[in-house]
């Protein structure tokens, strides 16, 4: 069973930075794609950023210039950067992997923005 692991979630004032990160094991296929997306309360979920597995970027209009999307396809773990934090970043941040067997999905890490 393929695990997606989320760490580097908190509470953080405005003008602040975090960095989240997600790792995949068990996954007996390469890792495409990774991505971002995040779901604030009442809202859809959305993509923030993604990667391909040879580091072609996509970011969604409102974290360009602020967030920046890597990954370490040794070590199977995406990261996301996330610097000039605004309250409505406040969100729970998903991460996601897919290989060409399916799609999978990590349980969320809370990001908190102050104001």
């Known amino acids: 069973q393929v695990q997606l692991v989320e760490s580097g979630g908190g509470l953080v004032q405005a003008g602040g930075s975090l960095r989240l990160s997600c790792e995949v094991s068990r996954s007996r296929f390469s890792i495409n794609t990774m991505a971002w997306y995040r779901q604030a309360p009442g809202k859809q979920r959305e993509l923030v950023a993604a990667?391909?597995?040879?580091?072609?970027?996509n970011y969604a209009d409102s974290v360009k210039g602020r967030f920046t999307i890597s990954r370490d396809n040794a070590k199977n773990t995406m990261y996301l950067q996330m610097n000039s934090l605004k309250p409505e970043d406040t969100a729970v941040y998903y991460c996601?992997?897919?290989?060409?067997?399916?799609?999978?999905w990590g349980q969320g890490t809370q990001v908190t923005v102050s104001s």
């Open positions: 990667i391909t597995r040879y580091r072609t970027t």
């Open positions: 996601n992997a897919a290989t060409i067997e399916s799609n999978y």
